[in-house]
């Protein structure tokens, strides 16, 4: 199994170019692992969730939507930041800001988002974006889970 | 299945020490109106999301305080709101049973059908469980006077203990007596929470245990339990036992990290709770029935943070404990007592960890 190509969106000339590209990759089976998805609008990556969950060419798996959906259907403990770990320098840090939480951002706590996210919306800046990725992919996994029992 | 702890009543004839829901204000009786809604709402919610299951425990206060006449209009509005609309309807009672008497017997017979089963309080040590206006032994006349009746009508109960400190050098007697006077009753010990009267400082300073405590007792109690055969009625170590041995995941709500999903409590004003010791304590209350339903419970902020709490723990204070499975942070309205946050994991973490060790470590390692 091949390893998958690190993807940056931002390095294209348009987003509509980066995902021609990405279709292009998947298209041909290739993974992706995107790197930048907290820089994208929030209509950009909802673009990449549909073109992942619902059109055909999407043969290759993108990475991190994959892992998610695939902790979503299987009620995986795994979350945003195992999906995008921060680098070795981070680690404290973050941890620091996950037992803070309740404190720095109370809303995390009250949000549906929260099993997959765990407040890492709230430290990449993307939070806004992540609220309207991570309902599409929790509702796909029920869709899944509905027809795996039919 | 849905439990709901409904509470007709926050009236009581017991005074008990440590009561965890006594309060000073006037006591509230359930109108039939409000049970009526009641039952509506937790029928459609056991209808959309339950498989058309409900279990109903009659709770208190103390519930056979109520008239005949409450229970009559009660069991007809049970058929007309519940049973009749398809739903397999199981119910309990948790009383201090010194108002079963051969005139209410037949009320818990109707209630309780083949399958329910009375849940009660009880202490062998005087002063702690008293009745209001009465001589001191006179609950324990009473009570044992109810089980004799409960065990010549079929009815099957259950006993539970509160572990306090003045009972901490007596436990395996305790255990004993329990085991040898009602070996077919369910056992269930607890430790008492700091709550109700319980919280006034001289009962707290007379009977309250620390977490370290509560783990040596439950180490001391295994023993007893262990001794006795392992009988699987007996709680907590039964279910634990089950779990540690064969992997059955049978836990009762305080640890089975799934209470948001499997319990509700209703005061005698038709507030909805997230449990009955919430109810009690005032915690997590979702609303009135006169004004919710069910799509307004299901999504109710309390829900979210409630399912939540269990990934924040396991992600901070409990990421690396090997015992997560046996507790999920356990009961949280033990972590707000102990901390006043709902984040919070129980304050009886260190005793129960020591418990784990002591007993299931060592199983693992032989």
């Given amino acids: 199994m091949t390893q998958p190509t690190p993807f940056h969106c931002r390095s294209h000339a348009s987003f509509d170019a980066a995902l021609a590209a990405i279709r292009r990759l998947s298209r041909d089976g290739q993974a992706v692992v995107l790197r930048d998805l907290d820089l994208l609008e929030s209509r950009e990556a909802l673009a990449l969730v549909a073109f992942f969950l619902h059109d055909p060419e999407a043969k290759g798996a993108i990475e991190p939507l994959a892992g998610l959906l695939?902790?979503?259907?299987?009620?995986?403990?795994?979350?945003?930041?195992?999906?995008?770990?921060?680098?070795?320098?981070?680690?404290?840090?973050?941890?620091?800001?996950?037992?803070?939480?309740?404190?720095?951002?109370?809303e995390c706590m009250h949000c549906a988002c929260f099993p997959l996210c765990i407040g890492y919306g709230a430290w990449a800046g993307s939070c806004g974006m992540w609220r309207e990725v991570l309902p599409r992919l929790g509702a796909a996994a029920r869709e899944l889970r509905l027809l795996r029992r039919e | 299945m849905t439990t709901l702890i409904l509470k007709p009543t926050d009236a009581c004839n017991a005074n008990c020490r440590y009561c965890s829901a006594a309060?000073?204000?006037?006591?509230?009786?359930?109108?039939?109106?409000?049970?009526?809604?009641?039952?509506?709402?937790?029928?459609?919610?056991?209808?959309?999301?339950?498989?058309?299951?409900?279990?109903?425990?009659?709770?208190?206060g103390e519930p056979l305080l109520m008239p005949p006449?409450?229970?009559e209009q009660a069991f007809r509005l049970e058929d007309e709101c519940l049973t009749k609309r398809g739903i397999a309807l199981e119910q309990g009672i948790q009383t201090?049973?010194?108002r079963i008497t051969s005139e209410t017997l037949p009320i818990l017979q109707r209630m309780l059908g083949r399958l329910g089963t009375v849940g009660t309080s009880y202490d062998p040590m005087p002063g702690i469980r008293e009745l209001k206006g009465e001589r001191e032994g006179a609950y324990a006349e009473q009570w044992e006077a109810a089980m004799g009746l409960l065990r010549g009508a079929g009815i099957r109960y259950g006993i539970l203990y509160v572990v306090h400190r003045a009972s901490l050098p007596h436990l395996k007697e305790i255990y004993a007596r329990?085991?040898?006077?009602?070996?077919?009753a369910g056992l269930r010990f607890n430790p008492l929470y700091r709550q109700g009267r319980a919280a006034q400082a001289r009962s707290w300073e007379d009977l309250g245990i620390t977490s370290e405590e509560w783990g040596r007792a439950l180490i001391e109690l295994h023993g007893?339990?262990?001794?006795?055969?392992?009988?699987?009625?007996?709680?907590?170590?039964?279910?634990?036992?089950?779990?540690?041995?064969?992997?059955?995941?049978?836990?009762s709500c305080e640890c089975s990290g799934k209470c948001?999903?499997?319990?509700f409590g209703v005061g005698p004003d038709g507030s909805v709770y997230l449990c009955g010791r919430s109810s009690d304590g005032g915690t997590f209350r979702f609303g009135?029935?006169?004004?919710?339903?069910?799509?307004?419970?299901?999504?109710?902020p309390h829900r979210q943070l409630l399912a939540n709490r269990l990934v924040f723990l396991r992600r901070t204070t409990c990421r690396d404990c090997p015992w997560w499975l046996y507790c999920h942070g356990g009961c949280v309205n033990d972590g707000l007592l102990a901390s006043g946050s709902p984040l919070a994991p129980t304050g009886f973490c260190a005793g129960l960890r020591s418990y784990f060790e002591a007993v299931f470590a060592r199983e693992s390692a032989s």
């Fill in chain 1, 70 to 106: 695939s902790a979503a259907l299987h009620r995986q403990a795994l979350s945003l930041w195992d999906l995008l770990p921060p680098g070795d320098a981070e680690v404290a840090v973050t941890e620091a800001f996950i037992r803070d939480l309740p404190l720095r951002h109370p």
């Fill in chain 2, 23 to 60: 309060s000073a204000a006037p006591s509230r009786n359930l109108g039939p109106e409000l049970l009526q809604k009641i039952f509506t709402l937790f029928g459609d919610w056991s209808r959309r999301f339950d498989g058309n299951h409900l279990k109903l425990i009659w709770h208190g």
């Fill in chain 2, 69 to 71: 006449e409450f229970w």
């Fill in chain 2, 96 to 98: 201090n049973a010194t």
């Fill in chain 2, 178 to 184: 329990f085991r040898q006077q009602h070996p077919e």
């Fill in chain 2, 224 to 251: 007893a339990w262990e001794a006795d055969g392992r009988p699987g009625n007996v709680l907590p170590f039964g279910p634990w036992w089950r779990l540690h041995q064969k992997g059955h995941w049978g836990l």
């Fill in chain 2, 260 to 263: 948001v999903d499997s319990h």
């Fill in chain 2, 288 to 300: 009135s029935v006169v004004d919710l339903d069910i799509e307004a419970l299901h999504a109710h």
